[in-house]
């Protein structure tokens, strides 16, 4: 079994910063693409940043030039760095990842719970 764990989630004001970590834990084999989604009330859930495994990253146009995602193959991790906040970045956010679990060939999509991120003065 793997499960993805969120952390960082938290109320900043617009402008701040925040910072997000998912770390994978279980029997894992090898992880693919990680991302991070988001999703607020009466909207579908949304592609904040993806990366690849190599490190390749795109960005939902919303957040280019203020979000950075990165990634840590060697401890299961990735994080989101998010900076210059704005009130409509307020969601649920989710980490998401492709996973090859030591008893399968193939890649099985795991999901954190997620962690609420508010950015209101």
């Known amino acids: 079994q793997v499960q993805l764990v969120e952390s960082g989630g938290d109320l900043v004001q617009p402008g701040g910063s925040l910072r997000l970590s998912c770390a994978a834990s279980g029997s894992i084999f090898r992880i693919g693409d990680m991302g991070w989604y988001r999703q607020t009330p009466g909207k579908e859930r949304e592609l904040v940043a993806g990366?690849?495994?190599?490190?390749?990253?795109n960005y939902a146009d919303s957040v280019k030039g203020r979000f950075t995602i990165s990634r840590n193959n060697a401890n299961n991790t990735v994080s989101l760095q998010m900076n210059s906040l704005k009130p409509d970045d307020t969601a649920v956010y989710y980490c998401?990842?492709?996973?090859?679990?030591?008893?399968?060939?193939?890649?099985?999509?795991?999901w954190g719970r997620g962690t609420l991120v508010t950015v209101s003065s």
């Open positions: 990366i690849r495994r190599e490190g390749t990253a």
């Open positions: 998401n990842a492709r996973v090859i679990v030591s008893t399968s060939l193939r890649y099985l999509e795991v």
